[in-house]
Structure formats: C-alpha cells, structure tokens
C-alpha cells in the first residue's frame, strides 16, 4: 500500500499496489484505481508513505 498527498482533500489518501502501475508514456506518473473506480494520475513526488503486511516502511514529510 501507499499513501499519497491528496492536494483537493489535505490529506494522505492510501491506496492498494495492485491498483498502481506506471504510465506507460512518462514514467514519472502513476496511474491508479480510485475508491469510485475513477483512473487517477499521480506524480511520483506526492507519494509519502509506502506500507508493506500493515507497516510503514518508507515515508516522507510533506
């Protein structure tokens, strides 16, 4: 799992890896499955917390 800056809401968003892949035409994007079933975009740089089997393993501050 990992946790996004949500930049509308002010709040880190969380969201299952197997929903995450690559923008195939810039690597420097994600693209994800939101909880509404809506494909979001997402810069890599707002990505602060990375979770693996319910642990925080990474993050930064925003």
Not at 39 to 48: A, D, E, Q, Y
Request: hydrophobic residues 40%.
């Amino acid at each position: 799992m990992l946790g996004y800056y949500d930049c509308v809401a002010h709040h880190i968003v969380h969201v299952d890896l197997r929903d995450v892949s690559f923008d195939p035409e810039n690597r420097r994007m994600l693209k994800f499955v939101d909880e509404d079933g809506v494909v979001r975009s997402m810069p890599l740089h707002r990505i602060k917390e990375v979770f693996r089997s319910d642990m925080r393993i990474w993050h930064r501050e925003h």
